[in-house]
């Protein structure tokens, strides 16, 4: 039977392949993927997530999970489901070249920067893409397995609606902006649960910190590998117009969740809010296994992300962001900024910072549904950043909606900044509060 499925299955793309071949790409099969993201109401915010259980597919939290969103890298998980899929036919194996042709070589960064005429083995490419998100590296496998980035891209969109991908279409295969490409949280996260399902001999590509790469390491953008327990893939995105994505995953007590986070405004919010909606989704499987019912929703306090951000000149697929900065500005009445109350305290002390006189500015570290929560982080904060809000006095408000912001009050405009410096230095969010 699954034999005969598989060879329909076949059929079905073939078909679909050589029909894509007469127009370049093949044609979008939902009414909501022919519409770009950038005609969408601008009042709706890009941020979008979802929370699944691995093993049964259950959604256990979802947000905006249906509306179309810009992929961006993430585009590069189906890339890699289909280099997968043809490692596991036969069809490729992890030792063959795969050549770098002129177009593959002029994709935008983030790129291993191949001249046109130079290959790399299959393997190499996987982790290119995987952990590099190497843009041209996706453009060269494409074209290897498709014969064109068109016609692959239309074997994507064909895979993905087998998948039951029912509101994506891909028209490259790297990511890189188009209007034309999109999906939702939802789509995604089958996507991620469809490519561990059908290939865990691969999975651990997902895993890597970095590689070796002709004598240099080369490493990766997923920093959660490193600071989160039970955290190991899947991939980053971002573009300006789609902000900062992630696809997600983490094992804890031999159960495994996957998340979707679209529409980050910095990559240290969208890493906390995957981390939280992780470690709160565990902490409700936990509960619900000891007969407790309880949800996601009802344990998270969560904002969108707002707030003016600096962002790269260019739009570069997945682009190194070590530099991004957050533009800090005066006013009085800003956003609460959600900080994870489950985040680890770090090793490193906090940079020390010079005696401050009493001001009026404050710097708020987090909004929390209830006022112990808040009363806690403003605790851990003190402990980690003694000297840098040495001066300040902490104070719990209330604010809309029953949220309760954690913030170090009475402290000069100079200082502050200072503190909110050494804060975000530790990737921990940060907001500073001029006079009203």
């Known amino acids: 039977m699954f034999a005969k499925l598989k060879s329909a299955r076949r059929l079905l793309v073939a078909a679909g392949l050589a029909a894509a071949s007469l127009v370049g790409v093949a044609a979008p099969t939902v009414a909501s993927a022919q519409i770009p993201y950038l005609q969408l109401n601008a009042a709706e915010p890009k941020y979008a997530a979802i929370v699944i259980d691995a093993n049964s597919g259950e959604v256990l939290y979802d947000k905006r999970a249906d509306s179309p969103r810009y992929p961006a890298s993430v585009t590069k998980v189906m890339t890699l489901y289909l280099t997968f899929e043809a490692l596991s036919e036969g069809r490729l194996k992890l030792t063959d070249r795969v050549p770098i042709s002129p177009r593959a070589a002029a994709q935008a960064p983030t790129k291993m920067g191949l001249r046109p005429g130079d290959s790399l083995s299959v393997d190499e ?12 590296i996706a453009t060269a496998m494409a074209e290897k397995l498709g014969g064109s980035e068109s016609r692959f891209a239309a074997l994507m969109t064909l895979r993905g609606q087998e998948l039951g991908m029912r509101n994506t279409r891909f028209v490259n295969a790297s990511g890189l902006p188009d209007s ?3 999906s939702t949280a939802r789509d995604l996260a089958i996507l991620s649960r469809a490519t561990m399902r059908d290939f865990p001999q691969y999975y651990s590509y997902f895993s890597l910190k970095g590689f070796e790469f002709r004598g240099n390491y080369v490493r990766g953008h997923n920093r959660l590998l490193t600071s989160m327990e039970g955290f190991d893939g899947l991939k980053t995105g971002y573009t300006n117009a789609s902000g900062y994505n992630l696809a997600g995953s983490a094992v804890r007590d031999g159960r495994r969740l996957i998340a979707v986070v679209l529409g980050g405004s910095s990559t240290a919010w969208r890493d906390n809010n995957m981390e939280d909606l992780l470690t709160t989704g565990f902490d409700v499987m936990k509960r619900r296994s000891h007969g407790e019912r309880t949800s996601i929703a009802a344990n998270l306090y969560e904002e969108d992300p707002t707030g003016p951000i600096m962002r790269p000149s260019s739009e570069e697929g997945d682009g190194d962001q070590a530099g991004l900065k957050i533009v800090l500005t005066d006013n009085p009445k800003p956003a609460p900024v959600k900080v994870s109350p489950t985040l680890k305290a770090a090793k490193d002390a906090a940079k020390p910072a010079p005696k401050k006189a009493k001001g009026e500015w404050s710097v708020q570290v987090g909004a929390f ?38 913030q170090f009050q009475g402290m000069t405009a100079d200082a502050a900044r200072a503190a909110c410096s050494a804060i975000t230095a530790k990737r921990q969010p940060c907001m500073v509060i001029a006079p009203r």
């Open 180 to 182: 034309r490409q999109i």
């Open 369 to 406: 549904q209830s006022k112990s929560l808040a009363n806690k982080q403003l605790s851990i904060v003190r402990g980690r950043f003694a000297k840098a809000v040495s001066d300040a006095e902490g104070a719990v408000v209330s604010a809309a909606g029953g949220a309760f912001r954690a």
């Open 125 to 136: 490419a996987i982790r290119a893409m995987a952990v590099k998100s190497a843009n041209d």
